[in-house]
């Protein structure tokens, strides 16, 4: 079954500390995976995605297909990064655009 | 990218009644998918609206429940029928441009 699972529904983290939202995902087939982002009053937008290997706003995800995880990281906390992060999977491999979604984790950073 | 325009943005409804959420895309798309955001979980697609053809419901979700209309590549309606407590949750309208998702504002229903 294609699941995405997010282990924590809250984070919370000072400026400054460095910052790892976990996700993990089962899927039989070659994923794509996506992060996700809610801003207080914005719509959901992506953040990132695993084949572009890029950096967004300081934050970086490794596909890691041993542990199926694609932790999303930051080592230098903002307070602009408090928001709703969801880890998202493609299900490309079955012919499909539509996404899976995990439960989302909350992160706070405080001053 | 994509802009989409959704609306109602908030409403309240009473149980038994409809509400009809309209979706508006600013260029043409193949699919449209529309998913619900129960209080404190995830994301959950309701169904994949093609223009030209019926709707595809995920596991859990019926056309009679949640019927949809897609008259044309640039707009789509999810009406969510038969109103009940359990179906105040939050309703997004998205499109897919380059494998990117684009999410609509979002309807905030709440059953009375």
């Known amino acids: 079954a294609q699941r995405v699972t997010q282990p924590e529904k809250l984070l919370s983290v000072f400026k400054g500390a460095p910052v790892e939202l976990k996700c993990n995902y089962s899927?039989?087939?070659?994923?794509?995976l996506f992060w996700y982002v809610q801003y207080s009053r914005q719509r959901l937008q992506l953040l990132l995605r695993h084949i572009s290997r890029e950096s967004i706003k300081g934050f970086t995800a490794d596909l890691n297909k041993g542990e199926t995880s694609f932790h999303l990281k930051k080592p230098f906390a903002q307070e602009e990064d408090s928001a709703m992060y969801y880890c998202a999977l493609s299900g490309r491999s079955y012919n499909t655009d539509k996404l899976i979604f995990g439960t989302g984790t909350r992160l706070q950073v405080f001053p | 990218s994509a802009v989409i325009s959704q609306k109602p943005s908030r409403d309240i409804c009473q149980r038994g009644t409809s509400l009809t959420i309209q979706c508006q895309v600013d260029?043409?798309?193949?699919?449209m998918f529309w998913y619900r955001q129960q209080p404190g979980q995830s994301l959950t697609l309701i169904a994949t609206a093609n223009q030209g053809s019926e709707a595809t419901y995920e596991s859990g979700f019926v056309i009679d429940k949640f019927p949809i209309s897609r008259p044309n590549l640039t707009f789509s309606t999810l009406t969510v029928s038969n109103l009940s407590p359990e179906d105040s949750s939050i309703y997004l309208c998205s499109v897919n441009r380059y494998t990117e998702a684009f999410f609509g504002q979002g309807t905030r229903l709440t059953v009375v």
């Open positions: 260029s043409q798309v193949t699919m």
């Open positions: 899927y039989s087939g070659s994923p794509e």
